[in-house]
């Protein structure tokens, strides 16, 4: 029994060869989506997609999901598309990495972190201390560059990378909103203190401490977070207005 040319991989092969020696001379760098492909070259999209693969495994072309697929080998280092990541994530999903990774680093920093390491620490513990009170910029910028600092000490490059992947999603604009709207004006205190902790303890090279106050200070960013949106859900449901950002008797601040 004869396979008919619209099933049959290896036309589809031949079919998106002859195309992709046509579009050579153009400046074209990505072929159409699988669903034009298939009715252009008149073959089903299965055989398509089995044809897509023989051609990746050549090198070429190259697939990325959501993008589509490019002419040509795939770059040695493409750029992680960080709008891909952060639309797929939500920011109680990123506490959670946050929670697994972070006090580890706190951890290997009060083994591995250098004089110069810890003299960094102290001055952006002061630096997030006097920002408390200041702008949503210049909180997010020393914050940021605490914890990131906390991540250089640890000495793991790779730990480090995911570090960094977690700390630009995090800049996004609607979820750095979303922060600024949990935080209260006693939870800056209470946010100041906690990172405090934090440097003590890895100045004093107290690796279990340093572990147990940066879990303490993201636990408490967490649920400031969650009552938060928590709150947000409930009001919008009950068409109600929030009058001002949530606190605890403790003053839980957001991250």
Do not use: C
């Amino acid at each position: 029994m004869i396979e008919p040319l619209a099933e049959s991989s290896d036309f589809a092969l031949r079919q998106l060869r002859r195309l992709l020696d046509a579009l050579a001379e153009s400046t074209e760098t990505q072929l159409p989506p699988e669903r034009s492909l298939s009715q252009q070259m008149g073959v089903g999209r299965r055989a398509l997609r089995r044809a897509l693969e023989v051609l990746e495994a050549e090198g070429r072309i190259w697939r990325q999901q959501g993008k589509g697929t490019f002419i040509g080998s795939r770059p040695p280092h493409a750029e992680l598309d960080l709008d891909a990541f952060a639309s797929g994530t939500n920011p109680l999903e990123i506490m959670e990495a946050r929670l697994e990774i972070e006090p580890a680093l706190a951890r290997m920093a009060a083994l591995r972190a250098s004089n110069g390491d810890i003299e960094r620490l102290h001055h952006l513990a002061q630096k997030t201390a006097s920002s408390a009170d200041g702008d949503m910029d210049s909180r997010e910028l020393w914050d940021g560059a605490f914890h990131r600092a906390i991540a250089e000490a640890a000495g793991n490059s790779l730990l480090f990378v995911f570090f960094d992947i977690m700390n630009r999603i995090r800049q996004d604009s609607a979820w750095r909103k979303l922060r600024e709207q949990a935080r209260s004006r006693p939870g800056q205190r209470n946010y100041v203190n906690q990172h405090s902790r934090v440097v003590a303890a890895i100045a004093a090279r107290d690796a279990e401490t340093a572990e147990y106050a940066m879990r303490e200070h993201l636990e408490t960013v967490r649920e400031s977070l969650l009552r938060y949106m928590t709150r947000s859900s409930t009001a919008h449901q009950d068409n109600e207005p929030l009058d001002g950002a949530p606190s605890d008797d403790q003053g839980r601040p957001a991250a």
